[in-house]
């Protein structure tokens, strides 16, 4: 590795890597787009390389970059917690941004209330969510690029902490003049009905996928599903128009149905475990002022919504 190189551009390096983007890049570092332009070709002459192609979602960086951020960034990471730890952190004037790795599901569950829980607080504080692999989680924390994990995922490891938010249950969404709402769902209705088989990120679907496996072995049988969906969004109008059955955990439940008094909720007929929702960050900002203080929103955020269920 090159090492007459300004650190300053290597500051670049990882922000334009975490961002994927030039203009997101200059906005975090307080630089100019052309000033952030101009350095990257700096490093592109240093290391002949590259470094970043565009791709449909966003600069992508080179194997060489790659291997250059799995190099640096914890030590560049390192030392903006160091230098973040000296700093008091005011909401009122921050103009950072936090990035929260969730799916969609986990998004639709946290973001509204917590930009509305933080507007008068934060004004200028701003958010970016990332959807990634665990893998991609992981190492997303260890290098600086990803601040806190929200949603069902699997511990991370020994340098990582967990904080459990709430416990999660499923619960079945229908249209309100389904066939099966008008009398307790029972697992046989459950069984015999057509499905909305929705798989988010995180590890939720295939908690679901396990226990109903289970019972579907027990009784050698498959459940009859018509659509698979990668995503949430157009699935309450789906269930609208439908006698569809849709399953999900009961807070996305409560986020999709906002507004939608023609959609019902049952519990799931069968016996499942609590999936625990949580937050994970790694050591290096467990003790930095800003996350903390996020760390603290988002969970009097949840403390407060079982208090008021």
């Keep these: 590795m090159k090492t007459d190189v300004d650190l300053n551009l290597l500051r670049v390096l990882c922000a334009v890597h975490a961002t994927r983007n030039v203009s997101r890049a200059a906005d975090e570092l307080g630089m100019t787009q052309s000033g952030v332009s101009n350095a990257l070709r700096r490093l592109r002459t240093v290391f002949a390389d590259p470094l970043f192609v565009r791709c449909a979602d966003g600069m992508q960086a080179t194997a060489r970059a790659q291997d250059l951020i799995d190099l640096i960034g914890p030590g560049m990471a390192d030392i903006q917690s160091a230098l973040a730890t000296e700093t008091a952190f005011d909401p009122a004037q921050s103009t950072r941004l936090f990035r929260i790795m969730a ?37 997303g924390m260890e290098g600086g690029a990803i601040d806190l994990v929200f949603g069902n995922w699997p511990a991370f490891g020994l340098d990582f902490h967990r904080q459990v938010l709430f416990k999660e249950v499923f619960l079945v969404l229908m249209r309100e003049d389904h066939p099966l709402s008008q009398r307790r769902l029972t697992r046989s209705a459950y069984l015999n009905a057509k499905h909305v088989d929705y798989r988010p990120g995180g590890v939720t679907y295939q908690s679901l996928k396990q226990v109903l496996d289970k019972v579907l072995k027990t009784q050698n049988r498959q459940r009859d599903v018509t659509f698979t969906a990668a995503h949430a969004l157009g699935l309450t109008s789906v269930l609208s128009e439908s006698d569809l059955l849709l399953t999900l955990p009961s807070r996305l439940v409560s986020a999709i149905q906002v507004g939608r008094k023609q959609l019902v909720a049952r519990p799931l007929p069968v016996a499942s475990p609590e999936m625990p929702i949580t937050l994970q960050w790694h050591a290096r900002v467990h003790r930095d002022p800003s996350v903390i203080w996020l760390r603290r929103v988002i969970a009097e955020l949840f403390d407060e919504s079982r208090t008021a269920r």
């Design 103 to 139: 799916s969609d599901l986990a998004q639709m569950v946290l973001m509204p209330e917590l930009l509305a829980r933080v507007a008068p607080l934060a004004p200028n504080v701003r958010f970016e969510t990332v959807d990634a692999s665990p893998e991609d989680g992981r190492r």
